[in-house]
Nanobody
Framework: QVQLVESGGGSVQPGGSLRLSCAIF????????MGWFRQVPGKEREGVAS???????TYEESVKGRFTISKDSAETTLYLQMNKLKFDDTAMYYC????????????????????WGQGTQVTVSS
């Protein structure tokens, strides 16, 4: 059984940093696509960043230059380094994984992913 477990969320002041982690259990071969999403109440889940197995990354426009997605070589842990955090970054953050290769236009689409974590809350406030 595949399980994704996020950690690293919390409260931070604007301009601060957080590093989210996502531990993945129960799948013995490569994930072809992995990503981070976020959601606030009343809004759809939004793709933030993705990484495919060969390492190519994709970012949502508002986080470019501030967030960095990465994974360990075993593809058992996914990371999201978030710097220069803004009020608008406040959300529940979810990690996701797929056994399917996603083309560039679908890598930030929630429907492209098969497995999800339970989420970790990030709150940016002064």
């Amino acid at each position: 059984q595949v399980q994704l477990v996020e950690s690293g969320g919390g409260s931070v002041q604007p301009g601060g940093s957080l590093r989210l982690s996502c531990a993945i259990f129960g799948y013995g071969t490569s994930w072809l696509s992995m990503g981070w999403f976020r959601q606030v109440p009343g809004k759809e889940r939004e793709g933030v960043a993705s990484i495919i197995t060969e390492g190519s990354t994709t970012y949502e426009e508002s986080v470019k230059g501030r967030f960095t997605i990465s994974k360990d070589s075993a593809e058992t842990t996914l990371y999201l380094q978030m710097n220069k955090l803004k009020f608008d970054d406040t959300a529940m953050y979810y990690c996701a994984a797929s056994r399917r290769y996603q083309g560039p236009s679908r890598r930030l689409d929630a429907g492209s992913y098969d497995y999800w974590g339970q989420g970790t809350q990030v709150t940016v406030s002064s």
